[in-house]
């Protein structure tokens, strides 16, 4: 390692590779497969140029890693470009479907340089798309979205002579920021007295599951443990996953942007509030009642300008557990949770290791063990976030997951509406599970957005 700077990879991307611990056969399981369809017809040769700028212009795609004495390393070439990019004609939308799903779950082997797979196609349906699988480690799905978007402006300025927008911020800079924080006491020692007080006030959480209380109850009897409040959150072995795609209609949609608009509150905040009333609701028999649930929410962590144009892994998963009483409004419930979003944000840069680890002393559990029923990403992504391209943006199933359920919402670009993902591993959920919380979740937002004075406990009455 004597060429070339190495840098210790960061504690977001240290995230990932414990992602990848948890899953001893399946790699896939740490990449973004991900495309974006659109209506502009374009020349794919042109594209494959503008690919090598984009590769240029974003050193996260100019990554390689490394493995010495235990520890894993990064490093960045200074100079790399792609010879080829296949390009796809798909007739049929199922031919579509199944060419980008089984590359989606095939691994990117990061450790022997390969970062990123890229296919340009034409659809079943006369557009055409970008297809990227990329690994986490050097893209989190905000890189990937900047990816696309200057990839097109990219596009633009060899095609039309459009003039470039500025150069992206460089990831090998954030890398050193990001491990600086670790060697800053003062930050780190609040975040751990933050911590510590935020695991304890509400007492130890318990595990609301989208397939109801059977598998607690169950663990229960089988450790004889009738208190037993949390079920093992990581299963290696059995991690085949498949993913449910639902869209929410025009007139649904409507309602609930409708709200947004006029709110201002966090689309963040407010799809959790649904998803929380649905899984208390079907928990109601150990949870007595109380609207008591805990996500895994994934936070982008692009707090400036520059990060808000770098490419690279910045995620880290931050641990939302909220307590509401029924007797808030709609309103005010999704207040309080934008506050909690506030609040654990000033904290957002603690590594995910080390917060698991106070919550895992502090009540005992194994390195499996956890009361998070999901993770859940919101993906901001609107109209004019492709360079001013019409687009329709996918993501695609790795077919393995390390989590029971993996949650995503976005605005759906074509059509004004919202769009959500489930991506949900086969052993314990099914997908009558995942649709009565895709069904009931849309049934708590039209009810709470269309009267926000409603309390939940008369929103929960009603699902």
């Known amino acids: 390692m004597s060429e070339k700077k190495y840098y ?23 990449q973004i497969p991900a495309s974006v369809v659109f209506t502009k017809q374009v020349n794919f040769d042109i594209m494959k140029n503008a690919l090598n700028l984009e590769i240029e212009r974003n050193d996260c795609m100019r990554l390689r890693f490394k493995k010495k004495g235990g520890k894993y390393y990064e490093t960045f070439l200074d100079e790399f470009k792609v010879e080829n990019v296949p390009v796809m004609t798909f007739k049929t939308k ?22 990123f797979r890229v296919y340009f ?25 900047i990816f696309f ?32 924080y670790l060697n800053t006491p003062a930050r780190v020692e609040a975040d751990i007295a933050f911590y510590e007080k935020y695991f304890r006030d509400d007492g130890e959480p318990l595990f609301n599951g989208v397939h109801g209380p059977e598998l607690l109850k169950r ?4 450790k004889k443990n009738p208190n037993l409040r949390v079920l093992p959150n990581f299963d290696p072995i059995h991690d085949k996953a498949e993913l449910i795609k639902r869209p929410i209609s025009k007139e649904d949609g409507e309602i609930i942007l409708k709200y947004l608009n006029e709110s201002k509150v966090s689309p963040e905040c407010l799809v959790q509030l649904g998803m929380r009333l649905h899984l208390a609701k079907l928990n109601a028999e150990i949870n007595n009642g109380i609207i008591d649930t805990y996500f895994i929410t994934l936070c982008t962590r692009r707090k400036t300008l520059s990060d808000k144009r770098c490419g690279g892994s910045f995620t880290n998963t931050l641990p939302w557990r909220i307590v509401l009483p029924r007797e808030l409004t ?42 998070t029923s999901m993770m859940f990403s ?5 109209k004019d976030t492709m360079n001013g391209w019409e687009y329709e943006f996918n993501g695609y199933s790795m077919g393995r997951y390390v989590m029971p359920l993996y949650t995503y919402a976005m605005k759906d670009s074509r059509n004004d509406s919202l769009k959500f993902a489930y991506l949900y591993r086969t052993n314990q959920i099914s997908a009558d599970n995942i649709n009565a919380l895709h069904d009931n979740t849309v049934k708590a937002l ?18």
């Open 8 to 30: 210790e990879i960061t504690p977001a991307q240290d995230m990932i590779n414990v992602m990848l611990k948890y899953s001893f056969f399946h790699k896939q399981v740490i």
């Open 94 to 115: 199922e031919e579509q479907e199944a060419f980008l799903n089984a590359d989606a779950g095939r691994p990117i082997h990061h450790m022997k340089g390969e970062i």
């Open 121 to 145: 196609f034409n659809t079943f349906d006369g557009r055409q798309g970008v297809y990227i699988n990329v690994t986490h480690l050097a893209m989190d799905a905000a890189a990937v979205f």
């Open 149 to 180: 978007a200057d990839l097109f402006a990219c596009y633009d300025h060899l095609a039309q002579g459009k003039e470039l927008p500025k150069p992206l911020a460089k990831y090998e800079d954030a890398v050193q920021k990001e491990n600086a």
């Open 219 to 222: 663990a229960r009897i089988k």
């Open 330 to 371: 709609f309103e005010e419930a999704v207040n309080k949770i934008q506050e909690l979003q506030h609040s654990i944000f000033r904290h957002q840069d603690y590594p995910f290791v080390k917060w698991r680890n106070i919550e895992n002393t502090m009540y005992n559990y194994s390195l499996a063990d956890g009361a």
């Open 378 to 382: 919101w993906f901001p992504l609107e």
């Open 446 to 463: 039209k009810m709470g957005c269309s009267d926000p004075d409603m309390t939940i406990g008369e929103i929960w009455d009603k699902l």
